[in-house]
């Protein structure tokens, strides 16, 4: 299975965003992982498209845009215009999962479904033939540095089974370090996102302590 490592934005030192986007690049992740967060559908706020479009600018690596947001369906082309090449939105939001996925679809972007931890996987299982991605959270959506939730292995087990021969990517967010790594991986999960563990100290070095994990 090909791992994907998207480093979280969140965790990044925001007085120097540029550098800090930079040595994401220059490690070799695969994607860089943005959060957009509201204030409502989860309590803190980060950034919006204007935001987005320009830190866009400053890095090519493709971005993978997760809305934890109340009513994505009304920002979608925004942040497709922004630069997103992959946006996810929460089943649990407003507006109608069916209506975001068509409206992500119709930007020319691959669109996702998120699950938090408190809703079962089956939610997901009618839109698998039109989705690119599943990212199940392992904490709470809504702030960094939180502790992997153990349910959450099961969780990704299971979803892996229902993907079945479908080429969706099964992500998994929260609480991913050097100690849970491998069995996130181990449970069927294919693109990590870390935010914390990646970036405290040097981030290439961190990034191939990830790959030696995967690899061994």
Do not use: W
């Not at 039109?130 to 959270?137: E, N, P, Y």
């Not at 992997?148 to 990704?156: C, D, R, V």
Request: net charge negative; proline share 5%.
């Amino acid at each position: 299975m090909n791992i994907k490592i998207a480093p979280s934005m969140l965790s990044a030192d925001f007085a120097n965003l540029e550098r800090d986007l930079k040595e994401v690049e220059k490690s070799g992740a695969d994607y860089l992982h943005v959060d957009i967060m509201d204030g409502h559908f989860v309590p803190n706020i980060t950034m919006g498209p204007d935001q987005v479009a320009q830190i866009r600018k400053t890095v090519s690596i493709p971005f993978d845009v997760h809305l934890m947001i109340t009513e994505p369906l009304k920002y979608i082309d925004q942040f497709a215009d922004a630069g997103a090449d992959i946006i996810t939105v929460h089943v649990e939001s407003e507006g109608g999962i069916q209506a975001c996925i068509d409206a992500i679809v119709k930007k020319g972007v691959k669109p996702g479904l998120v699950v938090s931890p408190d809703t079962e996987i089956s939610v997901i299982e009618p839109y698998l033939d039109q989705i690119s991605m599943v990212l199940i959270m392992c904490v709470y959506p809504g702030f960094g540095g939180q502790s992997y939730i153990p349910a959450s292995t099961e969780k990704i087990k299971v979803c892996r089974e229902m993907i079945g021969k479908r080429d969706i990517d099964l992500q998994v967010d929260g609480g991913i370090n050097f100690k849970t790594l491998k069995e996130v991986v181990d449970a069927g999960a294919n693109v990590i996102v870390s935010g914390s563990c990646l970036f405290k100290g040097d981030m290439k070095e961190n990034m191939g302590q990830f790959r030696k994990i995967i690899q061994g």
